[in-house]
């Protein structure tokens, strides 16, 4: 059974940073792409960044240069580290399976999501 929890959401001032965490079960990450989806209010849901061990990385152009997707195989979780982060990042975001180039409709399994807040 895939399971996929989220944490590290929360409160952050313009400019700061966050590092959410991504515990997936039920499949391992070597044999599948996983990645990060948000989704602010009144906005549709978008794909942030994937990681692959096929394809590598993918971010979202407006997240580019700012946030870095990792993962560590052992523990089997992929983090997001947000930095210089802003108030148009704002969003609850979703951990999710698989990730193909960010998009949604291909997406199978989704956590419960964590929310983050970029407000001074």
């Known amino acids: 059974q895939v399971q996929l929890v989220e944490s590290g959401g929360g409160l952050v001032q313009p400019g700061g940073s966050l590092r959410l965490s991504c515990a997936a079960s039920g499949f391992s990450l070597d044999d599948y792409a996983i990645g990060w989806f948000r989704q602010a209010p009144g906005k549709e849901r978008e794909g942030v960044s994937c990681f692959s061990s096929t394809d590598g990385t993918y971010y979202t152009d407006s997240v580019k240069g700012r946030f870095t997707i990792s993962r560590d195989n052992a523990e089997n979780t992929v983090y997001l580290q947000m930095n210089s982060l802003k108030p148009d990042d704002t969003a609850v975001y979703y951990c999710?399976?698989?990730?193909?180039?960010?998009?949604?409709?291909?997406?199978?399994?989704w956590g419960q999501g964590t929310q983050v807040t970029v407000s001074s």
């Open positions: 999710a399976m698989p990730c193909v180039q960010a998009i949604v409709d291909l997406v199978d399994y």
